[in-house]
């Protein structure tokens, strides 16, 4: 057997290896090549995860609706079962497309993560002051199984903190988040933002 078949048959085993170790530990590759966030590579550090067994409770816990998210239409807005629109209070995520076509840097990631966070999910739904916007749209914080998607999607770099009064209950917490965020280059952040301070 010559050299070069035999690096050959080698590497075809070195294949074969990676892709059942793949398979055996079920590995996910991102669809982002080198545009992974810390959320995606396991690194994040939860929003508020909050359980039944903290001392003192929920500490977010106020008059909460419950329903099903149905549908994700992008990072900061979902329809539920029963057909209503909610978008988040107090974030804003970038567009997917706008009128011309032109998705802004980050949208498809923070729509995919606001997919796997609440799609299907029961959410529960949180009211500030107002309750829609001039669209129509429920405005909400929203909970799904002790994460409070909002301040996770400013912390993990996938929104922006945006304070539209008089729906400030949580700005303070947003603003910590997105500095926090901002500091660590999460997200749009080290993506989109690399030489903002």
């Known amino acids: 057997m010559t050299t070069k078949k035999a690096l050959i048959i080698l590497l075809c085993i070195f294949f074969v290896l990676i892709f059942i170790v793949i398979i055996i530990f079920n590995i996910k590759v991102s669809p982002y090549t080198g545009d992974t966030s810390p959320a995606e590579r396991g690194e994040w550090q939860p929003a508020r995860q909050l359980t039944a067994g903290m001392a003192g409770g929920d500490p977010y816990k106020g008059n909460r609706e419950k329903a099903k998210a149905a549908f994700v239409y992008d990072g900061d807005t979902i329809e539920l079962s029963d057909g209503r629109k909610v978008r988040y209070i107090g974030i804003n995520t970038p567009e997917e497309e706008n009128k011309s076509g032109v998705s802004q840097c ?92």
């Open 106 to 197: 980050y949208s498809r990631q923070a729509s995919d993560i606001n997919k796997q966070l609440v799609s299907g999910q029961e959410v529960e739904m949180e009211k500030d002051i107002s309750d829609t916007d001039k669209y129509g749209r429920l405005l909400r914080y929203i909970f799904v199984d002790g994460v409070f998607i909002n301040d996770f999607l400013v912390r993990q770099g996938y929104a922006k903190a945006e304070t539209i009064p008089p729906d400030t209950k949580y700005s303070g917490e947003f603003t910590a988040a997105e500095k926090e965020a901002k500091e660590d280059k999460r997200g749009l952040w080290g993506k989109c933002y690399s030489g903002e301070k």
